[in-house]
């Protein structure tokens, strides 16, 4: 099983920067999964960026929940720029989050915005 990885996770919450969840695997069995999005993201002048690292070193107030009518994973914090003040920032996790077998993995490319896909001309 792989694909957005909410579309078959339950018990989803927040750990610092761990995401935690339980992932059905392709077994349909639920297993116990985790994801240091440290390691993923970063955060770029007050704003999160994929491919990136340590976000939450420079983070308050932070928060994940799922929401709108599609329930989209998203990551919200105050983020610190680069003049020092903390700004609104967030991050939709459904983006590159995937569940393969009842792990997290992180794709490079995105699942939500396939642009590149299409030539500019």
């Known amino acids: 099983m792989a694909g957005n990885f909410y579309a078959s996770a339950q018990d989803v919450r927040l750990d610092g920067p761990v995401l935690i969840a339980r992932l059905r695997n392709e077994n349909g069995d639920w297993?116990?999964?985790?994801?240091?999005?440290?390691?993923?993201?970063?955060?770029?002048?007050?704003?999160?960026?994929?491919?990136?690292?340590?976000?939450?070193?420079?983070?308050?107030?932070?928060?994940?929940?799922?929401?709108?009518?599609?329930?989209?994973?998203?990551?919200?914090?105050?983020?610190?720029?680069?003049?020092?003040q903390l700004v609104p920032a967030d991050i939709n996790l459904g983006e590159r989050l995937i569940n393969v077998d009842g792990h997290f993995d992180f794709q490079f490319v995105s699942c939500t915005n396939l642009d590149i896909l299409r030539p500019n001309y």
């Open 31 to 84: 297993e116990d999964a985790h994801i240091d999005l440290n390691r993923h993201i970063g955060n770029e002048d007050g704003r999160f960026v994929w491919h990136g690292e340590n976000w939450f070193a420079s983070a308050v107030d932070v928060e994940f929940r799922f929401e709108g009518a599609d329930n989209v994973p998203v990551l919200r914090a105050l983020l610190r720029n680069r003049g020092g």
